[in-house]
């Protein structure tokens, strides 16, 4: 979900590169078709299949070796292939023109509208500097116009030179007009975003981090965690970070949650839930969890522990449930909207309700508890009536408690690692389970470590949980982004089924109870100091110059094809 925009229906255009052999196979092909539609045509055979498939040839060989010698990224050897096949069809589509002109004008036109084709793809692919592509962009359309000297003579080297330098200026002046809104905007051009987006698409690369340095911002952001001790056991934490684990698979801080986990493990079973967040808390890379890290560690003198909490309670207010949990002083929520859509807040939610905390208790956790999905939508922010559902219900939550019986509690927890991987919506901390027990009531928080929980299925979850003796319960993710590649949907129970996952959600669950041991808990703010973050507004402001940038470009693109055709055309009528 980085962009308000549905990116996952970008994927269906996503597909691997043929091998580079099955490339060739087709180019050479594709020049013997030409030449036997000649021949059923005219009775003669002319050999202008020649005249697409060798440069094809050429360039499947030599686009490599010079790409590699120059960009960034790397080029594989099917890559050549197919842009050289892509450009020989994009060439004997431009030779049909020979119908209504001269074959001469249909092959000047056609090699230099393929130099277009393929320094776009190039710059997007491989290097966003194009003048460093220009080299591998230009192979076919002077193998082409070689080939063209060989079939129409000598005649035909002046509009082959005017084409390209047409085509030449052309693109170039396409390219930085696409890169212009960008630049004002961030100061790196939209070809360098779309470079380091492919690059990590299809290599991993982390160069979209680098790109993200250009549009972030230092932010320093609370942070509340449960601190619960017990005699001769681990620790167990719940840590509510107000900061976002985005945007996608490795980059940025996707990761974070996990790293964070790992951070103390030596020290405390450690949950990490959803804070109030979007994406543009994001963290500019999974190195800003140092801050995180420090903050928690600055919070712990700051505790104070006591032997005593409440009975779970749940309120509503419209659509929004909250389960809530007195620890001393402290109060513990955990939002949903199930069945309806639970989507992120923003981070002025967390704010309001801490600052309406303050007098009633010594700290407050407001965890978006992230489990409802039906489909990729937007932020939720404080001004909407569902925002204002949320407020009013944190509201009623910590006035239901104020005077609930205080008693002895014992806290378990466990971690389950189901064997599903990302792709199956599961990232790398799999399952944590948290129980308590108050005066015999248990209650148990389930993590997931993912990026939401398919509709429906948190019901099916939560359902079995109480099934096993449990008196309340309520299903979490993380909402690490490191199971989405592209795509903003990859939740709990979509690619697997439920019942598949059933048993090791009980596994957690049973695995805390029986680790369950008296406990003494407080809660402590800290602050995140200095964090960078992609900044407030940014993904909007990104996804509406971008939108901004395909309206407005792709009739200008139209238009300088026209100006090339006409251009190129007086050219061929003079000389030819």
Request: hydrophobic share 50%.
């Amino acid at each position: 979900m980085i962009r308000e925009i549905k990116t996952e229906s970008l994927t269906k255009y996503m597909f691997d590169a043929p091998k580079w052999w099955q490339s060739l196979i087709v180019i050479i092909l594709l020049g013997f078709a030409v030449d036997g539609i000649i021949f059923l045509l005219t009775g003669e055979l002319s050999w202008m299949g020649l005249a697409v498939s060798i440069p094809g040839v050429a360039a499947l060989v030599l686009t490599k070796p010079l790409v590699s010698a120059f960009a960034r990224q790397e080029f594989t050897w099917n890559r050549s292939g197919l842009l050289a096949l892509a450009s020989e069809i994009f060439m004997l589509f431009w030779m049909i023109l020979a119908i209504w002109f001269e074959p001469a004008f249909a092959y000047v036109f056609s090699i230099g509208f393929i130099l277009s084709i393929r320094l776009v793809v190039l710059a997007a692919v491989a290097d966003f500097r194009y003048t460093r592509m220009y080299a591998p962009a230009v192979i076919q359309t002077f193998a082409g116009f070689v080939t063209g000297v060989w079939f129409f003579g000598t005649g035909f080297i002046i509009p082959a030179v005017v084409s390209i330098c047409v085509f030449s200026l052309c693109v170039v002046v396409f390219l930085e007009l696409f890169d212009l809104p960008m630049k004002r905007l961030s100061g790196v051009g939209a070809m360098e975003f779309v470079n380091a987006f492919l690059g990590h698409l299809t290599n991993g690369s982390n160069d979209l981090e680098d790109y993200f340095h250009h549009i972030s911002e230092y932010v320093s952001i609370p942070e509340t965690t449960f601190f619960f001790r017990r005699e001769g056991k681990k620790d167990v934490w719940f840590v509510v970070p107000n900061l976002h684990p985005g945007p996608m698979a490795e980059v940025g801080g996707s990761n974070f949650p996990k790293i964070l986990h790992d951070d103390f493990l030596d020290e405390a079973m450690v949950l990490v839930s959803h804070g109030c967040a979007s994406h543009d808390l994001n963290l500019i890379s999974n190195k800003e969890t140092v801050n995180i890290t420090k903050a928690i560690r600055g919070s712990l003198d700051k505790v104070r522990y006591q032997t005593t909490a409440s009975r779970p309670v749940r309120s509503r207010s419209g659509t929004v449930s909250i389960l809530s949990q007195r620890f001393g002083d402290a109060l513990l929520m955990v939002t949903t909207r199930a069945p309806e859509m639970t989507e992120d807040m923003d981070y002025s939610i967390g704010r309001i309700v801490m600052g309406e905390s303050m007098g009633r208790y010594k700290n407050v956790g407001f965890v978006d508890a992230h489990n409802c999905m039906t489909d990729v939508t937007k932020i939720i922010y404080a001004s909407t009536k569902t925002g204002n559902e949320f407020i009013s219900g944190a509201d009623q939550a910590m006035n239901d408690l104020l005077d609930a019986e205080m008693l002895p509690f014992s806290v378990g927890a466990a971690q389950v690692i189901p064997p599903f991987g990302r792709a199956e919506g599961f990232g790398d901390m799999g399952i944590i389970a948290m129980v308590t027990d108050v005066a015999g009531v248990k209650t148990a928080y389930v993590l997931f470590d993912g990026n939401n929980v398919q509709g429906g299925t948190r019901d099916i979850f939560r359902n079995t949980i109480l099934g096993l003796g449990l008196d309340e319960a309520e299903i979490l993710t993380t909402d690490c982004h490191v199971v989405n590649s592209v795509s903003g949907r990859n939740p709990i129970g979509d690619a697997v089924k439920p019942d598949e996952i059933l048993p090791y959600v009980t596994e957690a669950v049973l695995k805390a109870i029986e680790d369950l041991s008296p406990a003494e808990g407080g809660a402590a703010m800290g602050i995140c100091e200095e964090v960078e973050v992609f900044g407030p507004s940014r993904i909007v402001q990104l996804t509406s110059t971008v939108n901004a940038i395909v309206t407005n470009l792709m009739p200008f693109a139209v238009l300088l094809l026209m100006v090339a055709f006409l251009l190129i055309l007086v050219v061929c009528m003079m000389v030819l």
